[in-house]
């Protein structure tokens, strides 16, 4: 399993553009890059998937450069409810175990 | 389109006891996995289910059981509770035959072992 790399914690202020690099050096040819959030006492809720280059939905755009080994989420104007921990995640299929780390602690302020 | 339902969602149970959550996935999933996040962690994998078989497992004790039934839906048993176990256990769903890795969670069962 591809095991990725965040950053513990990062700070940011409302209306301000946040972005999360995830390194995933040892991603596989199959594998998709996923991102979840996850508030406190809840289930993660999925953000974003991609495998190669721009991927953007409602919510956040994930960015990936050509050798796949890093993704960055981008979380375009954040706000208040945008505090969470944020989980990349790397595999293959609907039958792969994903393999959380610790995540990165988002925190906005007003 | 119900997405991944758990119950109960809070329970407390005495060290010793036995305790059994339960699962039902989203709507054309066939595959359920169970996760614990402890406090301040991420989600540890438990183990997956698929076609009513246990087909992976994570680093955890036998205490820790399960089962899928025919239409999916899916039990986490664990037995001889210990205070460690308190826990959110979360459920995971997904379809085998999906090429990316979309895996949806329910909002978790806490549980709290006194």
């Known amino acids: 399993l591809a095991k990725t790399t965040q950053p513990i914690s990062m700070d940011s202020y409302e209306g301000q553009e946040v972005n999360i690099t995830c390194s995933h050096n040892n991603i596989a040819t199959n594998d998709y890059i996923t991102w979840y959030q996850q508030f406190p006492s809840q289930g993660p809720r999925f953000i974003i998937q991609g495998y190669k280059t721009k991927v953007t939905n409602e919510v956040a755009s994930l960015f990936i450069p050509a050798d796949r080994k890093s993704s960055t989420l981008s979380l375009p104007r954040v706000s208040l409810s945008d505090t969470a921990v944020y989980y990349c995640l790397v595999g293959e299929g609907g039958s792969y175990i994903p393999t959380f780390g610790r995540g990165t602690s988002l925190i906005v302020h007003p | 389109d119900a997405g991944v339902t758990q119950s109960p969602t809070h329970l407390i149970k005495t060290r010793g006891q036995q305790v059994t959550l339960r699962c039902s996935p989203k709507?054309?999933?066939?595959?359920v996995s169970w996760y614990q996040q402890a406090l301040g962690q991420g989600p540890q994998f438990i183990f997956q289910?698929?076609?009513?078989?246990?087909?992976q497992r994570g680093n955890f004790p036998d205490r820790f059981s399960g089962h899928q039934f025919p239409n999916y839906s899916s039990e986490l048993n664990v037995n001889a509770l210990l205070l460690g176990d308190s826990a959110l256990y979360l459920c995971?769903?997904?379809?085998?035959?999906?090429?990316?890795?979309?895996?949806?969670f329910g909002e978790g069962s806490w549980l709290t072992v006194v």
């Open positions: 709507s054309g999933h066939d595959t």
């Open positions: 995971a769903s997904s379809l085998v035959s999906s090429s990316g890795n979309t895996i949806y």
């Open positions: 289910y698929y076609e009513e078989e246990e087909r």
